[in-house]
């Protein structure tokens, strides 16, 4: 399968933890995008990279969230001192560079914090 | 936030019957795009269309776009039980990515 892969599929912490997720786009992909999604909502844009360069970071929900990308393949993603309100669904997303290319999806990664 | 709200919330309609939803943004875009998302399963891309054109096609789906009125409208001819799913919109504003609030489409067998 050479679609994005996410890991893990499913998270449960505590609160006050701190999680980290990981993504794994489509290879000849530059572009990597993690959204966030709750119930009933569309996704929501939190970040993405231009190779191994965070190029939008501004909508990252608080300065507990944090991603990197540092060889510019994988991807990760993490919360620091999770709150109740950060259980979701994290997608990420993966396509070429430049504006007139769809964004491949992988699975997501859902966060419960008890 | 959501830059881009879906008309109507939820839609019901019999196999083989029409489905039209719409879009409406708030500011200039590069391009709109359409994704589905089946339950339990995760987004998949339908179809874009760039700021300057007004119409695309792709199989049973049709989409317009309309810069001036800051709306898109997404078509689904002939649809089929297998169409059910939320439909979104996406927009790309350069550096940042807004998707909807969707359109769930239930098509009845």
């Known amino acids: 399968d050479t679609g994005v892969s996410q890991n893990p599929r499913h998270k449960i912490t505590k609160r006050g933890q701190n999680v980290t997720f990981r993504c794994d786009p489509i290879?000849?992909?530059?572009?990597l995008y993690w959204y966030r999604q709750t119930l009933g909502q569309g996704p929501e844009f939190l970040t993405y990279f231009q190779n191994e360069a965070q190029l939008e970071k501004s909508r990252l929900l608080s300065d507990r969230f944090s991603a990197e990308r540092p060889k510019g393949s994988f991807s990760t993603l993490e919360i620091q001192r999770t709150e109740q309100g950060d259980s979701a669904m994290y997608l990420c997303a993966s396509s070429l560079v430049g504006g007139y290319h769809e964004q491949y999806f992988g699975p997501g990664t859902r966060l419960t914090v008890t | 936030s959501q830059q881009g709200e879906e008309d109507p919330q939820a839609l019901s309609i019999q196999e083989g019957e029409n489905a039209t939803m719409n879009c409406s943004y708030k500011?200039?875009?590069?391009?709109l795009q359409w994704y589905r998302q089946n339950s339990g399963r995760g987004l998949v891309h339908l179809i874009l269309i760039r700021s300057n054109e007004r119409e695309k096609h792709s199989g049973r789906l049709r989409v317009t776009l309309d810069t001036s009125k800051k709306s898109s409208s997404l078509l689904i001819t002939a649809s089929r039980a297998a169409d059910t799913a939320s439909y979104f919109c996406?927009?790309?504003?350069?550096?940042?990515?807004?998707f909807g609030t969707g359109t769930s489409l239930t098509v009845i067998p």
């Open positions: 290879s000849e992909h530059n572009r």
């Open positions: 500011t200039s875009i590069n391009n």
């Open positions: 996406a927009t790309d504003r350069g550096n940042q990515f807004y």
